[in-house]
């Protein structure tokens, strides 16, 4: 007896029977014989019943998600010998797979032409579209054992809990208690990263640090607002003069530019985010262009649709984002009275964002308006009455004489008062904007954290990356950024080496 389409006979009970049972609940179904031979001949099994009740045992305990629903084993006579025959339905779960091989193409047996075959990777990634609608974060995750302690912690900080029933309500878990990618991007094991850099000047030939993130897209958000945030230097000036947001790039929208490059970005491609910081501008390129539903005009009208939705939610629910269209035109806003607005540009594969330094521009505005002021000073009219005047009609010949007052000579500024120079405010026409003296950067340009952490020397001896982190609340990374910045300004010594690493004043 050949086989048939979707029907498999065996001579014994083996693992092969279980392969079979993945295959057909992926497929079309099928049925199997335990007991007869691939040429049809009858051998029976002992133990018949204790056979099938095992079979649904396994089909419970070892394929992911639970298939027993599909699976009914019964035991036949077949030439008087028992026979154990188990029908399997197309699974409503798919796909399945054996637990000990993973969501891997090993793993994901299916039926092809009535044989039992390991898909191809394209055919395996096809299955996994289809059990999410073609959205990344609904379809399984081919890693289903992840851990979350990095999100939880978050989660508590937020007064929220990751439970059984958030995992669902999120869209964690599928219908089966499935891990879904959404889940995976949460998870410790998150494919997923963020480079960050930061440039000396307006080129990339002068890096003056760098940081991998990697681990829960939450920790990854918070770890690279913390690198944004230690270089998002304070304009002292603007801070006395009392002018609004006196950092270089207004901390609400640095978050605001962040969160959409996280949310927003196409998870199924390996690329990185990259963050490039250099002295005049923030770059924030997100891998996923603008959706092909969407045109970048559109976008700036605050049409949203969002790739990641899920995903949005639950930033919404930490607070991290305010409402879902609104990030575009924040950004604009915050730059409107700036010289040079934001960028966004788009490809079909990248979106990046171009954030120029808000604080110089308005401290070169300030400047070239103070310029322009003292280099046209206003005219003085003096007014004399008299009574009864005569009319006074002057000669037809006498020329008319125009006299234009000559303005006092002003001094310039001593140069320790000045941000920049006069001739680097006028002479700015693209936005490589002018770079400050490097002994302004070094004594005024410190960020709030860097000035606690030289207040901490200034109280004790000497203090380690530890000490920063708890007195300050901050990651290991963020922590550590701090400190390199402030050796490589001169404002604090390294000493010791390895693990035995401390800080202290010069």
Not at 285 to 294: I, K
Not at 311 to 330: A, M
Request: hydrophobic share 35%; glycine share 6%.
């Amino acid at each position: 007896m050949a086989e048939k389409r979707n029907v498999e006979y065996q001579r014994e009970f083996n693992d092969t029977t279980l392969r079979a049972i993945v295959a057909y609940a992926n497929t079309d179904g099928g049925r199997i014989y335990v007991g007869i031979d691939e040429f049809g001949r009858t051998y029976g099994v002992q133990n018949a019943q204790e056979i099938a009740e095992r079979i649904t045992t396994l089909a419970q305990n070892l394929v992911r998600p639970d298939v027993s629903s599909s699976v009914i084993s019964r035991v036949e006579k077949r030439d008087g010998r028992d026979v154990v025959v188990t029908n399997v339905f197309r699974g409503e779960s798919r796909p399945y797979w054996l637990a000990e091989k993973g969501l891997c193409p090993q793993g994901v047996p299916v039926a092809e032409n009535g044989r039992v075959v390991t898909p191809s990777e394209r055919k395996l990634r096809q299955m996994l579209a289809e059990t999410g609608s073609g959205a990344f974060e609904r379809e399984r995750s081919r890693v289903q054992t992840l851990t979350f302690d990095q999100s939880s912690k978050i989660f508590g900080e937020e007064k929220l809990t990751l439970s059984e029933k958030s995992f669902r309500e999120f869209g964690l878990v599928d219908e089966s208690g499935t891990y879904t990618n959404l889940a995976l991007l949460l998870s410790d094991q998150c494919p997923a990263t963020i480079r960050l850099a930061f440039f000396e000047g307006a080129r990339e030939n002068q890096i003056h640090d760098r940081l991998e993130l990697s681990g829960s897209i939450l920790r990854q958000y918070r770890d690279a607002f913390d690198f944004l945030d230690q270089y998002n230097r304070t304009n002292e000036t603007l801070r006395a003069a009392n002018r609004g947001d006196f950092h270089d790039y207004p901390s609400e929208i640095l978050r605001e530019a962040l969160v959409n490059a996280i949310v927003h970005r196409d998870y199924k491609t390996d690329a990185r985010t990259l963050i490039r910081h250099y002295h005049n501008r923030v770059e924030i390129v997100s891998p996923g262009g603008v959706p092909r539903e969407l045109s970048l005009d559109e976008l700036n009208l605050g049409v949203s649709a969002p790739r990641n939705p899920r995903l949005v939610n639950i930033f919404y629910q930490l607070e991290y984002v305010e409402s879902c269209g609104t990030g575009i035109r924040k950004i604009r806003q915050a730059y409107a009275a700036c010289r040079f607005p934001p960028r966004f540009e788009t490809s079909p594969h990248y979106f990046k964002t171009t954030l120029y330094n808000a604080s110089r521009q308005k401290q070169e505005k300030r400047v070239a308006d103070a310029v322009a002021t003292v280099a046209t000073p206003p005219l003085t009219t003096r007014v004399v009455r008299m009574e009864n005047p005569a009319p006074v009609k002057p000669p037809e010949s006498a020329p008319l004489v125009v006299v234009t007052p000559t303005p006092e000579p002003v001094q310039d500024p001593p140069r320790s008062r000045r941000m920049t120079t006069i001739r680097d405010s006028l002479s700015v026409a693209s936005p490589t904007l002018a770079t400050p003296a490097t002994t302004v950067r070094q004594s005024l340009l410190l960020s709030s954290r860097e000035r606690l952490t030289l207040q901490m020397l200034k109280t004790r001896e000497t203090i380690t990356r530890a000490d920063v982190e708890r007195e300050l609340n901050l990651t290991q990374a963020a922590a550590a950024a701090i400190l390199r910045r402030l050796v490589n300004a001169g404002r604090v010594v390294l000493c010791g080496a390895g693990s035995n690493i401390w800080y202290r004043l010069p």
